[in-house]
């Protein structure tokens, strides 16, 4: 079975400031990539998706992420962050299509600071 | 166009207590899911459901649980009897099969925060 793991809990760092957040899911044949934005007392939201095609995906409020299938890595990067970004991410992998069966990592708290 | 609907927003409740939690998923949508976040395990998959039948329920933790989806806008999740391990937040979320081959955006509501004394 597909597992997705996120390294990083926690990442604090300063507003304006570039800001990386790892993602690494177990390997198989075919993958397909999310992340996910939880705001404070929110559900979940898709911040971008790769399914084929280029494997650098932008998303929504300038985040983007780089399918990287020989280190099965899907990083999310940001180059400036702002305050309201401070929210915690999720990434999820779904190991086929037509199914919607997501696997979710454990998430990273990121902390924006003025 | 409103989002996917999750009543009550907060349940407390004694251990023993029935415990039934709604969703209305996005009109149109045809999966449902139901989710469980705990700071100890994250956020777990219980069930999901398509055109209102249950796909795959390995995700429910026990026989104290179950979902039901009687038409395509309710859903219900029911915890009977209630235990204090069972505290979470819950969520529901919906998506749409769009002809093409998914997988498709789910969209979640904004959960149920359950606490069982």
């Known amino acids: 079975a597909q597992s997705v793991t996120q390294l990083d809990s926690q990442v604090p760092v300063f507003e304006e400031a570039p800001v990386e957040l790892r993602c690494n899911y177990s390997s198989s044949v075919s993958v397909y990539l999310f992340w996910y934005v939880q705001y404070p007392n929110q559900g979940l939201q898709l911040l971008l998706k790769y399914l084929s095609g280029s494997t650098l995906v932008k998303g929504i409020n300038g985040f983007e992420a780089e399918f990287n299938k020989s280190q099965t890595s899907f990083h999310l990067r940001k180059p400036s962050v702002h305050i309201s970004d401070t929210a915690e991410y999720f990434c999820?992998?779904?190991?086929?299509?037509?199914?919607?069966?997501?696997?979710f990592g454990t998430g990273t708290r990121l902390q924006v600071f003025p | 166009d409103a989002g996917v609907i999750q009543s009550p927003r907060h349940e407390v409740t004694e251990m023993g207590q029935e415990v039934t939690l709604r969703c209305k998923p996005i009109?149109?949508?045809?999966?449902l899911f139901w989710y469980r976040q705990t700071m100890m395990r994250g956020l777990e998959l219980l069930i999901y459901?398509?055109?209102?039948?249950?796909?795959?329920d390995s995700g429910m933790p026990e026989d104290r649980f179950s979902a039901k989806m009687p038409n395509a806008s309710f859903s219900t999740l029911k915890i009977q009897p209630s235990e204090p391990r069972d505290s979470a937040v819950y969520f529901c979320?919906?998506?749409?099969?769009?002809?093409?081959?998914?997988?498709?955006?789910?969209?979640f509501g904004p959960g149920t925060r359950l606490t069982v004394l």
């Open positions: 979320a919906s998506s749409l099969f769009d002809g093409i081959g998914g997988p498709y955006e789910q969209f």
């Open positions: 459901f398509n055109n209102n039948v249950p796909i795959d």
């Open positions: 009109s149109g949508h045809d999966y």
């Open positions: 999820a992998v779904s190991d086929q299509l037509g199914t919607d069966k997501l696997i």
